[in-house]
Protein backbone atom coordinates (compact mmCIF):
# COMPACT_ATOMS: atom_id res chain seq x y z
CA UNK A 1 0.00 0.00 0.00
CA UNK A 2 1.46 3.40 -0.90
CA UNK A 3 2.04 6.02 1.79
CA UNK A 4 4.46 8.44 0.84
CA UNK A 5 4.39 10.45 -1.72
CA UNK A 6 5.68 10.50 -5.49
CA UNK A 7 7.05 13.41 -6.99
CA UNK A 8 9.03 13.45 -10.58
CA UNK A 9 10.73 16.44 -11.90
CA UNK A 10 11.03 16.96 -15.72
CA UNK A 11 12.62 19.20 -18.49
CA UNK A 12 14.79 19.90 -21.33
CA UNK A 13 18.42 19.36 -21.02
CA UNK A 14 20.35 22.05 -19.15
CA UNK A 15 17.05 23.58 -17.71
CA UNK A 16 18.61 23.76 -13.89
CA UNK A 17 17.12 20.21 -13.20
CA UNK A 18 19.91 19.10 -10.90
CA UNK A 19 20.22 22.43 -9.10
CA UNK A 20 16.80 22.23 -7.91
CA UNK A 21 17.45 18.60 -6.91
CA UNK A 22 20.02 19.41 -4.86
CA UNK A 23 18.50 22.50 -3.28
CA UNK A 24 15.60 20.12 -2.48
CA UNK A 25 17.51 17.39 -1.21
CA UNK A 26 19.41 19.67 1.04
CA UNK A 27 15.99 21.26 2.10
CA UNK A 28 14.34 18.00 3.38
CA UNK A 29 17.45 16.53 4.79
CA UNK A 30 17.48 19.58 7.15
CA UNK A 31 14.03 19.19 8.47
CA UNK A 32 14.88 15.36 8.64
CA UNK A 33 12.02 14.67 6.54
CA UNK A 34 12.06 11.17 5.16
CA UNK A 35 12.88 10.74 1.19
CA UNK A 36 14.33 9.26 -1.40
CA UNK A 37 15.88 11.00 -4.40
CA UNK A 38 16.08 8.42 -7.56
CA UNK A 39 16.89 9.24 -11.33
CA UNK A 40 15.66 7.38 -14.54
CA UNK A 41 16.86 5.48 -16.52
CA UNK A 42 18.59 3.65 -13.23
CA UNK A 43 18.01 2.35 -9.89
CA UNK A 44 18.97 -1.26 -9.21
CA UNK A 45 21.08 -3.85 -10.96
CA UNK A 46 18.64 -4.72 -13.81
CA UNK A 47 17.85 -0.51 -14.34
CA UNK A 48 21.72 0.21 -14.19
CA UNK A 49 22.87 -1.83 -17.05
CA UNK A 50 19.94 -1.16 -19.35
CA UNK A 51 20.62 2.10 -18.55
CA UNK A 52 24.22 1.68 -19.77
CA UNK A 53 23.06 -0.11 -23.13
CA UNK A 54 20.90 3.13 -23.55
CA UNK A 55 23.82 5.72 -22.87
CA UNK A 56 26.55 3.44 -24.45
CA UNK A 57 27.60 5.56 -28.23
CA UNK A 58 28.47 2.16 -29.81
CA UNK A 59 24.91 1.01 -29.64
CA UNK A 60 24.19 4.02 -32.33
CA UNK A 61 22.02 1.70 -34.71
CA UNK A 62 19.78 1.35 -32.02
CA UNK A 63 15.80 1.73 -33.39
CA UNK A 64 13.49 4.47 -31.74
CA UNK A 65 11.46 1.38 -30.83
CA UNK A 66 14.00 -0.52 -29.09
CA UNK A 67 15.08 2.84 -27.13
CA UNK A 68 11.76 3.72 -26.13
CA UNK A 69 11.04 0.03 -24.55
CA UNK A 70 14.31 -0.12 -22.43
CA UNK A 71 13.14 3.25 -21.24
CA UNK A 72 10.27 1.60 -20.28
CA UNK A 73 12.19 -1.98 -19.31
CA UNK A 74 13.89 -0.25 -17.36
CA UNK A 75 11.59 2.03 -15.67
CA UNK A 76 8.96 -0.82 -14.84
CA UNK A 77 11.98 -2.50 -12.73
CA UNK A 78 12.89 0.39 -11.07
CA UNK A 79 9.60 1.20 -9.53
CA UNK A 80 9.55 -2.56 -8.05
CA UNK A 81 13.53 -2.49 -6.48
CA UNK A 82 13.59 0.91 -5.26
CA UNK A 83 10.08 3.05 -5.57
CA UNK A 84 7.67 1.14 -4.25
CA UNK A 85 9.85 0.07 -1.23
CA UNK A 86 10.28 3.79 -0.30
CA UNK A 87 6.73 5.11 -0.54
CA UNK A 88 5.19 1.62 1.54
CA UNK A 89 7.56 3.04 3.63
CA UNK A 90 5.87 6.57 3.69
CA UNK A 91 8.99 8.17 2.16
CA UNK A 92 8.62 11.12 -0.31
CA UNK A 93 10.04 9.83 -3.24
CA UNK A 94 11.68 12.13 -5.75
CA UNK A 95 12.28 11.02 -9.10
CA UNK A 96 14.24 12.85 -11.68
CA UNK A 97 12.59 11.79 -15.28
CA UNK A 98 9.68 9.67 -15.53
CA UNK A 99 7.42 9.02 -18.31
CA UNK A 100 7.03 12.25 -19.35
CA UNK A 101 10.44 12.17 -20.39
CA UNK A 102 9.37 9.32 -22.53
CA UNK A 103 6.66 10.84 -24.06
CA UNK A 104 8.50 14.00 -24.66
CA UNK A 105 11.94 12.92 -26.23
CA UNK A 106 10.71 8.99 -27.46
CA UNK A 107 7.41 10.56 -29.13
CA UNK A 108 8.15 14.19 -29.48
CA UNK A 109 12.19 14.19 -30.08
CA UNK A 110 11.93 10.99 -31.82
CA UNK A 111 9.03 11.15 -33.28
CA UNK A 112 7.23 7.59 -31.93
CA UNK A 113 3.13 7.23 -31.99
CA UNK A 114 1.93 8.53 -28.34
CA UNK A 115 -0.13 6.02 -28.40
CA UNK A 116 2.48 3.31 -28.10
CA UNK A 117 4.74 5.34 -26.04
CA UNK A 118 1.67 6.03 -23.61
CA UNK A 119 0.81 2.08 -23.68
CA UNK A 120 4.50 0.40 -22.98
CA UNK A 121 3.78 2.63 -20.13
CA UNK A 122 1.22 1.66 -19.02
CA UNK A 123 1.45 0.00 -16.00
CA UNK A 124 3.52 2.70 -14.70
CA UNK A 125 1.27 4.97 -15.51
CA UNK A 126 -1.53 3.04 -14.27
CA UNK A 127 -0.25 1.67 -10.93
CA UNK A 128 2.08 4.57 -10.08
CA UNK A 129 1.18 8.02 -11.75
CA UNK A 130 3.14 10.75 -9.67
CA UNK A 131 1.24 12.77 -6.67
CA UNK A 132 2.78 16.18 -8.36
CA UNK A 133 5.26 16.89 -11.35
CA UNK A 134 7.55 19.77 -11.51
CA UNK A 135 8.48 20.75 -14.88
CA UNK A 136 10.98 23.28 -15.44
CA UNK A 137 9.96 25.65 -18.41
CA UNK A 138 13.08 26.63 -19.94
CA UNK A 139 13.34 26.35 -23.96
CA UNK A 140 16.55 24.66 -25.29
CA UNK A 141 17.47 28.63 -26.97
CA UNK A 142 17.65 29.95 -23.80
CA UNK A 143 19.00 26.90 -22.03
CA UNK A 144 21.86 27.04 -24.79
CA UNK A 145 22.60 30.70 -24.31
CA UNK A 146 22.74 30.06 -20.61
CA UNK A 147 25.21 27.58 -20.86
CA UNK A 148 27.64 28.97 -23.85
CA UNK A 149 26.26 32.60 -23.48
CA UNK A 150 24.76 35.14 -25.85
CA UNK A 151 27.57 35.51 -28.30
CA UNK A 152 27.36 31.66 -29.68
CA UNK A 153 23.97 32.05 -30.42
CA UNK A 154 24.59 30.81 -34.49
CA UNK A 155 25.28 27.46 -32.99
CA UNK A 156 22.05 27.27 -32.16
CA UNK A 157 21.46 26.08 -35.65
CA UNK A 158 23.77 23.23 -35.14
CA UNK A 159 22.36 19.62 -35.85
CA UNK A 160 20.50 18.57 -32.63
CA UNK A 161 18.67 21.53 -31.99
CA UNK A 162 15.72 20.85 -33.70
CA UNK A 163 15.49 17.75 -31.79
CA UNK A 164 15.19 19.49 -28.59
CA UNK A 165 12.67 21.69 -30.09
CA UNK A 166 10.64 18.64 -30.43
CA UNK A 167 11.12 17.44 -26.93
CA UNK A 168 10.13 21.10 -25.71
CA UNK A 169 7.10 21.49 -27.79
CA UNK A 170 5.53 18.00 -26.10
CA UNK A 171 6.49 18.94 -22.65
CA UNK A 172 4.39 22.47 -23.03
CA UNK A 173 1.61 19.96 -24.55
CA UNK A 174 2.36 17.58 -21.58
CA UNK A 175 2.07 20.63 -19.13
CA UNK A 176 -1.23 22.06 -20.79
CA UNK A 177 -3.02 18.59 -21.00
CA UNK A 178 -2.47 17.45 -17.17
CA UNK A 179 -2.81 21.00 -15.64
CA UNK A 180 -3.81 19.62 -12.12
CA UNK A 181 -0.50 17.28 -12.09
CA UNK A 182 1.88 19.14 -14.08
CA UNK A 183 2.96 22.03 -12.39
CA UNK A 184 5.36 24.50 -14.67
CA UNK A 185 8.13 26.63 -13.06
CA UNK A 186 9.76 29.38 -14.72
CA UNK A 187 12.97 28.25 -15.56
CA UNK A 188 14.32 31.75 -16.23
CA UNK A 189 14.56 32.90 -12.70
CA UNK A 190 17.61 32.65 -10.52
CA UNK A 191 18.01 29.63 -8.96
CA UNK A 192 17.04 31.03 -5.55
CA UNK A 193 13.60 32.29 -6.89
CA UNK A 194 13.12 28.98 -8.92
CA UNK A 195 12.93 27.15 -5.93
CA UNK A 196 10.49 29.17 -3.79
CA UNK A 197 8.43 28.57 -6.84
CA UNK A 198 9.42 24.61 -6.23
CA UNK A 199 8.14 24.58 -2.79
CA UNK A 200 4.95 26.41 -3.37
CA UNK A 201 4.20 24.00 -6.14
CA UNK A 202 4.72 20.99 -4.10
CA UNK A 203 3.14 23.12 -1.06
CA UNK A 204 -0.24 23.20 -3.39
CA UNK A 205 -0.04 19.41 -4.09
CA UNK A 206 0.01 18.61 -0.47
CA UNK A 207 3.91 16.98 -1.09
CA UNK A 208 5.21 19.03 1.78
P1 LIG B 1 20.90 12.20 -17.84
O1 LIG B 1 22.36 12.03 -17.89
O2 LIG B 1 20.17 11.68 -16.65
O3 LIG B 1 20.54 13.73 -18.14
P2 LIG B 1 19.66 14.83 -17.41
O4 LIG B 1 20.52 15.41 -16.33
O5 LIG B 1 19.33 15.83 -18.50
O6 LIG B 1 18.40 14.19 -16.86
O7 LIG B 1 20.37 11.53 -19.15
C1 LIG B 1 19.10 11.29 -19.34
C2 LIG B 1 18.83 11.43 -20.82
O8 LIG B 1 17.93 10.41 -21.17
C3 LIG B 1 18.18 12.77 -21.14
O9 LIG B 1 18.74 13.35 -22.30
C4 LIG B 1 16.76 12.39 -21.43
C5 LIG B 1 16.83 10.95 -21.84
N1 LIG B 1 15.61 10.17 -21.51
C6 LIG B 1 14.79 9.78 -22.54
O10 LIG B 1 15.06 10.05 -23.72
N2 LIG B 1 13.67 9.05 -22.24
C7 LIG B 1 13.32 8.71 -20.97
O11 LIG B 1 12.29 8.05 -20.74
C8 LIG B 1 14.19 9.14 -19.91
C9 LIG B 1 13.87 8.80 -18.48
C10 LIG B 1 15.32 9.87 -20.22
Redesign the pocket.
Known amino acids: MKKGKFITFE?????G??TQLAMLDKYLSQREIPHLFT????GGKISEAIRAI??DGANAEMTDEC??LL??A??VQHLHDRVAPALEEGKLVIC????D??V???AG?RGLPGDFVRAINARALEFFLPDATVFIDLSPEEAFRRKHGADENDRLEQAGMDFHRRVYAEYKKLAAEFPGRILSVDGRKSPDALFEDVLSALRSRGCL
Open positions: GCDGCKSREPGLLEAYAARDRYVSSAYQG
